[in-house]
């Protein structure tokens, strides 16, 4: 084999110990023969035996082997089903179809109008879209909207129209005109007056009947009046939304029908 002398001689113990060593004997033979091999070969050895000695004075950890072992079981790949990632990302997709289930059936207890009129809702709560005129008084906010034609009920609920508001909006969406009247009900709490022409509207509420609903944090009124169709949305709790329709007190409640927030596709905005 014609192997480099220097590779196999860089192997040799400082010691002494590979001199009897056929694998080591070729190169050890080489090195006698050669000045300049057998001055680099003393030179290494030296080195060597300067770095054995350095090591010897660093003392040894009594848990080294154990640190060791550790280490390798660390470092051992896992199975793919064994993976903390695997299983987040499963119960991510499992929540996420969970959640999509969940908004599918509880839309279906709404019109595609008040689905929407809710995400427009949302986007104004998270300052996404900005109202269109502010004021504290709810009468100038109705002129307002009166001046530009948008539908909204001219004579508000008596506990309604006491309340101070901060806003109002009006847009347009598959045809329709909508308006909104935003009330600060104190605290966090808010209500907001969502109004629609009822004309040709799929899905408006029957004269002469209140429904309520529960969306999510929202409690929702919808009812048809002067021909618009009204939704009130509140997040102060069902009682409060009675209060501001005057219906506190007739009688026992309608059964509350339960939904869960709508989703965002439903905005007009980008």
């Known amino acids: 084999m014609n192997e480099d002398p220097k590779l196999i001689l860089g192997a040799c113990r400082p010691d002494g110990a590979d001199a009897e060593d056929p694998v080591f004997a070729g190169a050890l033979a ?3 023969r050669d000045p300049q091999l057998a001055a680099w070969f003393r030179e290494a050895q030296d080195f060597d035996r300067a770095m054995a000695g350095k090591l010897r004075e660093i003392p040894v950890p009594g848990n080294l082997r154990a640190k060791i072992l550790a280490g390798g079981r660390a470092s ?3 199975k793919w089903w064994a993976r903390p990632r695997v299983w987040a990302l499963a119960a991510l997709l499992l929540g996420s179809a969970i959640v999509g289930g969940l ?3 509880a839309g279906a207890g709404l019109a595609g109008w008040q689905r929407h009129a809710l995400g ?3 986007a104004v709560e998270a300052e996404k879209v900005s109202l269109d005129h502010e004021l504290p008084e ?6 307002w909207l009166q001046e ?9 609920p008596d506990a309604l129209a006491e309340r101070r508001a901060f806003g109002c909006k009006t847009w347009e969406w598959r045809g329709l005109r909508f308006s909104m009247v935003c009330f600060d009900l104190g605290g966090s709490a808010t209500a907001h007056l969502i109004s629609t022409w009822q004309g040709g509207l799929k899905g408006a509420p029957p004269l002469g009947h209140m429904r309520y609903a529960r ?4 409690h ?7 021909g618009l169709a009204c939704m009130l949305v509140t997040d102060a709790g069902d009682e409060e939304l009675r209060k501001l329709l005057a219906q506190g007190a007739a009688g026992p409640p309608p059964r509350v029908a339960s939904a869960r927030r709508a989703p965002r596709d439903f905005l007009p905005f980008p």
């Open 220 to 226: 929702t009124a919808t009812w048809s009046e002067g």
């Open 120 to 122: 427009v809702l949302d």
């Open 148 to 156: 530009r034609s948008a539908p909204v009920l001219a004579t508000l």
């Open 215 to 218: 969306v999510g944090n929202w």
């Open 76 to 78: 051992r790949p896992l």
């Open 138 to 143: 709810p009468e100038k906010l109705v002129t």
């Open 103 to 105: 908004w599918m059936s």
């Open 30 to 32: 080489a090195a006698q």
